[in-house]
């Protein structure tokens, strides 16, 4: 019950947000119910922590939903595990400040970045999947996992991509639009959108509404569609 209550959803669209627009990068805005895994898994689930250092290169694929196009993993056992960055991570990357999803203590008692949103590891250089614009993908390194000697996180334009803890399987996407008050500085988690380059004019006008203390609806075309490249 604690982790229900700590992550709160919101609902406004922030894809054309001037984050967005420093980053070249789109986030998906979507609304579904916060829940609970529903069932035990009894091979990988997309819910698994990080436990060890990685043992090969990270494929970052895109996936369609309703919502569009999101980047997921794209190959191994969580391949199809929807992909999220956090919007106070953009601390780090323009100044080096600690990573907002670290392992900090928190409420839960459990670490932020290897349980709550495990990272997204690689050894080696990541690999564009279908769909992935491949000058957006990086690393950077984490010193701050919890069990494990430093290694690189995948990163995409700029920002360390994550799973989270309450999706399951490929294609669930718990962890959209979730205010975190568990990371420091807080944050809100969002799918990404592989292709969408700077804000669109609609997009820009929904974020400055939503500053002015608006809520906007998600509806599955706010999203956008993206063309192969």
Known sequence: MLMKTLFRRRRSLLAGSALAVM???????VAPEFS?????????????????????PATVSAALTPYGKVLVVGSGDYAGCSLYLLTSDQLHALTGAPFACSDN?????????T???????TKGAPIA?????PTLLGTVTRTDL?????VQQVTYAGLPLYRFFQDETPGETEGANLFDPVTSPTGI????QPSRGPARTWSSAAAA?????RRHRARPDCAGRDDEP
């Open 146 to 150: 919890p069990g494990l000697r430093p």
């Open 36 to 56: 609970s895994p529903a069932s035990a898994q009894t091979g990988p689930s997309c819910a698994d922590p990080v436990t060890s250092a990685p043992t090969g």
């Open 23 to 29: 980053l070249t990068v789109g986030l998906v805005a």
């Open 209 to 213: 509404r939503d500053g002015a203390g």
């Open 129 to 133: 999947g279908r769909g992935v614009n």
């Open 189 to 192: 988690w969002y799918l990404v």
């Open 105 to 113: 203590s928190n409420a839960t008692g459990s670490p932020c970045d």
């Open 115 to 121: 349980v709550l949103w495990p990272a997204l590891l």
